[in-house]
Nanobody
Framework: QGQLVESGGGLVQAGGSLRLSCAPS????????AGWYRQAPGKQRELVAA???????NYADSVKGRFTISRDNFKNTVYLQMNSLKPEDTAVYYC?????????????????WGQGTLVTVSS
């Protein structure tokens, strides 16, 4: 437990699209909340998009209207759809999930980070 699997990064031209996905690598029962963050070279990690356990969704101003965070409750997977990508979106993207699972001690919640996936947008 405690591991997340991220995928979907890559190289894309400006104006293109990518979809990132993130899911617990082990068994899980549900995702409570999630966030996507990014860190560009020489910059601090910043929040890109997130949803709370109450269902509130928020986005960084720089990605509003272009990025969409979503979830598949059956697969316990969280996605980040990125459209109209710009060179300034180039960064390593990390997911953060708070999810539930069953342990030998009963139901538990865990907060975990993905390993990061590189998104490169060429001009």
């Amino acid at each position: 437990q405690g591991q997340l699997v991220e995928s979907g990064g890559g190289l894309v031209q400006a104006g293109g699209s990518l979809r990132l996905s993130c899911a617990p690598s082990g068994s899980s029962t549900s995702v409570n909340s999630a966030g996507w963050y990014r860190q560009a070279p020489g910059k601090q990690r910043e929040l890109v998009a997130a949803f709370t356990s109450g269902g509130t969704t928020n986005y960084a101003d720089s990605v509003k209207g272009r990025f969409t965070i979503s979830r598949d409750n059956f697969k316990n997977t969280v996605y980040l759809q990125m459209n109209s990508l710009k060179p300034e979106d180039t960064a390593v993207y990390y997911c953060n999930l708070n999810f539930n699972y069953y342990s030998v001690y009963g139901p538990r919640a865990l907060d975990a980070w993905g390993q990061g996936t590189l998104v490169t947008v060429s001009s």
